[in-house]
């Protein structure tokens, strides 16, 4: 159980356009979704928290412009890069919390990796 | 201070050892401990999750948690090359009604054959 698919697992994209990344929990209902960022051998930095219905809380430094956030069903977010740059070349991974249940832990998408040319 | 300190490593351990990976916090406040498995490029996988003091083992896997000692241990039995990851202990807390999981480094371990 609690096995969240994160789609795709690689995008390459060119300068100026945008790239969606979709991320389900497949067997729970997520009420709460994370959106973190990883550089190479460096810890998660988390982007962003998204509440089911609601807008999603970004973290200080975070353009919410930039990355779009939508949270509009129980098992379905999706983040959106906008006019992409290669400095958003990264890792991003997305995670959820099972909203039934009393234990505060998030399980973790496969991952995407962005690369902008 | 930070509020997690976790030794990067890298570790390196002949296939068989008994590994050791550790972290310490700052904040009393924590409740859930956590340990993730990450490949290369990958996500993380979560391995063990403890709530309270004492150890819970499960398979070649034990947790450990010291809350008085602010310390968290996994340890690895029987250690196998596939077992070569980044190991990454997590924790988490609630703050006014906002949930905030704080990660260690990771300790790169590299088990070899």
């Known amino acids: 159980g609690a096995v969240v698919s994160q789609h795709p697992s690689r995008v390459i994209c060119k300068s100026g356009t945008s790239v969606k990344i979709e991320c389900r929990s497949l067997d729970f209902q997520a009420t709460t979704m994370f959106w973190y960022r990883q550089f190479p051998k460096q810890s998660l930095m988390l982007m962003a928290t998204?509440?089911?219905?609601?807008?999603?809380?970004?973290e200080q430094g975070v353009e919410k412009d930039k990355f779009l956030i939508n949270h509009a069903s129980l098992t379905l977010s999706t983040l959106t890069v906008t006019s992409a740059h290669p400095e958003d070349s990264s890792f991003y991974i997305c995670?959820?919390?099972?909203?039934?249940?009393?234990?505060?832990?998030?399980?973790f998408g496969a991952g995407t990796r962005l690369s902008v040319l | 201070q930070k509020e997690v300190e976790q030794d990067p490593g890298p570790l390196s351990v002949p296939e068989g050892a008994i590994v050791s990976l550790n972290c310490t916090y700052s904040n009393s406040a924590f409740q859930y401990f956590m340990w993730y498995r990450q490949y290369s490029r990958k996500g993380p996988e979560l391995l063990m999750y403890?709530?309270?003091?004492g150890n819970k083992e499960d398979g070649r896997f034990t947790a450990q948690v010291d809350k008085s000692s602010k310390y968290i241990s996994l340890f690895i039995r029987d250690s196998q090359p596939s077992d070569s990851a980044t190991y990454v202990c997590?924790?988490?807390?609630?703050?006014?009604?906002?949930?905030?999981?704080?990660f260690g480094k990771g300790t790169k371990l590299t088990v070899n054959p």
């Open positions: 995670s959820a919390r099972d909203g039934h249940s009393a234990k505060n832990i998030q399980y």
């Open positions: 997590a924790m988490t807390l609630t703050q006014g009604g906002s949930e905030k999981l704080v």
């Open positions: 403890t709530y309270s003091s």
């Open positions: 998204s509440n089911e219905g609601s807008k999603a809380t970004y």
